[in-house]
């Protein structure tokens, strides 16, 4: 009694047996055997494990599962990573996240004197960069616009 024998495609490559639980490949729906990577309840042939944007080998470059699509690692980072707003690398792992932008943790460090930030330290956004709280007093550049503070242009002429 075999079970299912209404396939198109009757490429019989492989031997007879196997008669029970066969496995199929999730991408081309084809028996899996032999070689089968296995993710959770999902298996694929091994040359069928291949990123879904670019079809590169999945098995070997790491790989993120997005939406039942499995993409490879660069995709998935170009797709849907989180971008250091200072190097434009994608970020794995710790995140800072300060006024809307992400960072590296390493990344994101005053801009003048490249220190870290100490943790829960206040940090100056100068307007284009983020600044340590020892800087921020050496910013006296006269085209950097960030004194608001007091309303002294009334005898401007
Ligand atoms: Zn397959
Ligand atoms: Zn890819
Ligand atoms: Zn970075
Ligand atoms: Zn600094």
Known sequence: MSSSGTHQQGTAAGGRGASSGSIRCQRCREVCKGEVVRVQDTHFHVKCFTCTVCNCDLARSGFFQKRGEYVCTADYQRLYGTRCDRCDGFITG????????????????????????????????????????????????????????????????
């Open 94 to 157: 710790e995140v800072v996240s300060a006024l809307g932008r992400t960072y590296h943790p390493r990344c994101f460090v005053c801009s003048l004197c490249r220190k870290p930030f100490p943790i829960g330290d206040r940090v100056t956004f100068s307007g284009k960069d983020c600044v340590c709280q020892q800087c921020s007093h050496t910013l006296v550049k006269p085209n950097e616009p960030i004194r608001i503070h007091g309303p002294s242009r009334k005898s401007h002429l």
